[in-house]
């Protein structure tokens, strides 16, 4: 399964996202690579734009730090969420979202 965990106060400080979603083999699974897809595309896009976020990257692992907000940081970081709570409603077995307030 897919653990995706949200820490937030007022705004989101941080998205951490570990874990395979075995739905297929390895190559084969759509869950997987739609969340890698989703991630890796809002990483990218906040990096191309010069925005003050960290990450952590390994096979199964992804921690996504915002630095400093802004507009487009926190709509790009909301519409990846959004995304992935899509995917997760359509595989509730596949992937996990979880909110931690005021950690």
């Known amino acids: 399964m897919i653990k995706i965990n949200i820490n937030e ?3 989101i400080n941080s998205i951490e996202i570990s874990g395979h979603a075995n739905f297929n083999e390895y190559g084969k699974d759509i869950v997987c690579s739609s969340v890698s897809s989703i ?3 809002t990483v990218n896009a906040l990096l191309r734009l010069n925005k003050d976020i960290t990450y952590k990257n390994s096979e199964g692992y992804l921690l996504i730090t915002i630095n400093k907000h802004d507009e487009t ?3 790009l970081i909301n519409n990846m969420i959004d995304l992935l709570t899509e995917l ?3 595989y509730k077995n596949n992937i996990k979202i979880g909110r ?3 950690c």
């Open 100 to 102: 931690c307030r005021r």
């Open 39 to 41: 991630a890796t595309t």
């Open 73 to 75: 940081v926190d709509e």
């Open 9 to 11: 106060t007022d705004k």
């Open 88 to 90: 997760e409603k359509q």
